[in-house]
């Protein structure tokens, strides 16, 4: 017969593996997707969607999953740069003749850069061209709201989900970016968005405002407080994570990767998307053998300034902090690891003291009894599994700019030399192949290395 604390712990794990299903139905990306990125050169930029591809890679790795980018420099909501309409006279036209303007471009930009992917999820981003880098104008925006309902309604025809999204903020260096007359245009262009999304039925996502809300905590701090990195309208590393933060937030991404509670003393277990086997505590020494469901999400290391010291990734090495935020800045800006990156161990009942965590052989952070009781989330400091997620971002990033090449450049012509001679157009179907393997054969290593692995943690005390 089981105890009592036995039977507690197995109805929480079954509580935990519910609540885990039950999250990743919320989730805007599902098992099976074909994803595809749409919108201007924020998007083009390839960081933001690349980071959401890895939270959903690396949070699911048991799910088919395909991820493609076709965000195009310049672009709008009408889809100036793969339709061209005139923009004067769709500004200037009356409700129906705009109609028919947009449905024109709307339909010939998807027929051509999306709709052939078979996507069954589009995120869209538009909005930062669209308003011109202006005052508000209420000609463009009756084109942007006009233009972002036909590109949700073609899309729903099609059987695609649709995520609309508000750009994110211009970023110049002035204390007060709430007051620059860019960003009020472009606050009235995402409170229409959000209105075209309602009645559209599709999901909403709002980075402007957690983007702005940031922005302006930082300027608090400092007034030459520069939070993004890249320029006003692009942002870095720093300001692409926080991109994609917000948007995975709207997107109803859950925050566990996995969690393992182990009673030091009792030796009972509370596993939650992951196995513990071979449980010993011999000595104070407590080793098991961790098998996750899921990787933590990887934080770009562009983000970061470089290393001064060969201190484990995320952690400095003291016993105040088991995970020192400043390690990684954009960690202190917004509460991703909270938010989204939840890999967590706590042990109970320990003697109390200091103690030094390893996984495979690894040292990866020093901690007290005390703090291990609370829990210590390990997703920025786990060794051998945060490399493991750093090495698939990599890869992630290779493929992206594989399919770039392929779509920009060979696809749509950029004309190298080879375009010029008599059998351009067998060379370049030679050349689509020769991308396309390359592509499968990267997709190929990606799946590979999102399956988590079984590591050794071994934890114990700390001479004093």
Same mark, same amino acid.
């Given at each position: ?88 006279? !769709? ?159 709207? !997107? ?92 967590? !161990? ?119």
């Amino acid at each position: 017969m089981k105890s009592p604390n036995a039977k507690l712990f197995l109805t929480f794990l079954a509580t935990v593996g519910l609540a885990a299903r039950v999250l990743a139905a919320d989730f805007f990306i599902h098992d099976g997707d074909r994803v595809v990125f749409l919108g201007d050169s924020i998007t083009e930029q390839r960081l933001y969607t690349t980071y959401i591809e890895a939270y959903a890679l690396t949070r699911y790795p048991q799910w088919q999953l395909t991820f493609r980018n076709v965000g195009w420099g310049g672009d709008t909501a009408w889809l100036r740069q793969r339709a061209h309409p005139d923009e004067k006279q !769709l500004f200037a036209a009356e409700p129906a003749a705009q109609q028919a303007m947009v449905e024109e471009a709307v339909g010939r930009g998807l027929s051509r850069d999306v709709l052939p992917l078979k996507p069954t999820a589009v995120t869209i981003d538009f909005g930062m061209n669209d308003h011109a880098y202006q005052p508000f104008r209420e000609d463009i925006f009756r084109a942007y709201v006009r233009s972002q309902t036909e590109i949700a309604k073609v899309l729903k025809a099609n059987g695609v989900r649709v995520a609309l999204l508000t750009p994110q903020p211009i970023e110049d260096k002035r204390p007060d970016p709430d007051q620059d007359v860019r960003n009020q245009s472009l606050r009235k262009f995402s409170d229409g968005l959000k209105e075209v999304a309602t009645q559209a039925g599709t999901t909403f996502g709002d980075q402007f405002d957690p983007y702005m809300a940031i922005m302006l905590r930082a300027r608090a701090e400092d007034p030459k407080a520069f939070i993004g990195g890249g320029d006003a309208v692009h942002p870095g590393a720093m300001g692409h994570t926080i991109m994609a933060w917000a948007i995975l937030k709207a !997107l109803g991404a859950p925050a566990l990767v996995s969690r393992a509670e182990i009673n030091g003393a009792t030796k009972l277990v509370v596993a939650a998307a992951c196995k513990i086997q071979n449980l010993k505590v011999v000595n104070g020494v407590i080793s098991f053998v961790r098998l996750d469901d899921a990787l933590p999400m990887p934080i770009d290391p562009a983000c970061a300034p470089p290393k001064t010291n060969s201190a484990p990734e995320g952690f400095d090495g003291s016993l105040s902090m088991p995970i020192d935020p400043t390690a990684n800045p954009v960690l202190k800006l917004a509460p991703i690891f909270d938010d989204l990156n939840r890999y967590e !161990l706590q042990i109970t009942d320990l003697a109390p003291g200091s103690y030094e965590l390893s996984i495979d052989g690894e040292s990866v952070g020093k901690v007290t009894a005390e703090q291990l009781g609370k829990g210590w989330n390990l997703a920025a400091s786990a060794g051998p599994i945060t490399r493991q997620s750093q090495e698939l971002l990599k890869l992630v990033f290779q493929k992206n700019n594989l399919y770039f090449n392929r779509w920009r450049n060979v696809q749509l012509y950029s004309f190298p030399a080879w375009a010029q001679s008599p059998d351009n157009e067998t060379r370049r179907t030679a050349e689509l192949a020769r991308l396309d393997q390359k592509i499968v054969e990267n997709e190929a290593e990606i799946e590979k290395l999102r399956k988590p692995q079984a590591h050794q943690f071994e934890l114990k005390p700390v001479a004093q």
